[in-house]
């Protein structure tokens, strides 16, 4: 015959003021557990925060060390003799159609109402359209098409951001050839200091026939890239 299992002693009931005691006391931890968990989201949240802008501030860091400065030059020139430099005696009247211009590339003669906007392209750029660049006091750098990336990055170095058109340009009498307004310079390598010399002297010339007027706001050829 087997044993009766032993009853279990009642729960002791709790009085009222017990619980009550009881319920504040679990609030309590509750209440302690929920401020714990919250300090460590915050605590997360500053380092994930301090992490962050740690990278941006690096990535800004990086990117303006090895983002390329635009070359700087003081606008207008002295009156300083470059070496090689040719100048000419082009007219500027502004005309419809194609225009047979007396250098390769232009410097300087009739051209089209609307100027090119200056920049970096990589097609050929209208030439009655760079023209009229010129006409404002920029600068036309002209390259052969079968020069190396090396040396073409070499020459976007010297160049400045504004008031500049760089592009490819066929059979050139050299490799790069420099136009302002009725000025020239030939050049065979992409290093040559006359480069930044011709740039000092004639970049934004106040001898050109509207200098100062907008390099901005009128017509991109094809291929431009900035």
Same mark, same amino acid.
């Given at each position: ?42 605590? #997360?949240?500053?380092?994930?925060? *301090? #992490?962050? +802008? ?15 400065? +635009? +070359? ?19 007219? *500027?009247n502004h005309v419809e159609g194609v225009v047979d211009y007396p250098q390769t590339p232009p410097a300087g003669g009739e051209h089209n109402p609307a100027w090119l906007n200056c920049g970096v392209y990589t097609e050929p750029v ?12 920029? #600068? ?9 990336? +090396? ?24 490799? #790069?050839?420099? *136009? ?46 900035s």
């Amino acid at each position: 015959m087997s044993a009766t299992p032993p009853v279990p002693p009642k729960a002791k009931k709790l009085s009222v003021k017990e619980q009550r005691a009881a319920e504040r006391q679990r609030k309590l931890e509750e209440f302690r557990r929920r401020e714990a968990k919250s300090r460590r989201n915050r605590r #997360i949240a500053i380092w994930s925060g *301090s #992490i962050a +802008a740690a990278v941006v501030v690096g990535l800004l860091i990086t990117s303006i060390v090895l983002t390329p400065q +635009a +070359a700087r030059y003081t606008a207008g020139g002295e009156g300083a003799t470059v070496e090689g430099v040719e100048t000419f005696e082009n007219t *500027s009247n502004h005309v419809e159609g194609v225009v047979d211009y007396p250098q390769t590339p232009p410097a300087g003669g009739e051209h089209n109402p609307a100027w090119l906007n200056c920049g970096v392209y990589t097609e050929p750029v209208p030439n009655e359209n760079a023209v009229h660049s010129l006409e404002h006091g920029a #600068i036309w750098v002209t390259y052969d098409p079968s020069l190396s990336d +090396a040396d073409l990055e070499t020459l976007k170095s010297k160049l400045p951001s504004t008031y500049i058109v760089l592009s490819p340009f066929d059979d050139l009498p050299s490799p #790069i050839v420099l *136009s302002g307004w009725n000025t020239q310079l030939q050049v065979d390598e992409a290093d040559d200091p006359r480069i930044a010399e011709f740039l000092e002297e004639y970049w934004q010339s106040q001898n050109v026939p509207e200098p100062g007027a907008l390099c901005t706001g009128a017509i991109d050829a094809p291929g431009k890239v900035s």
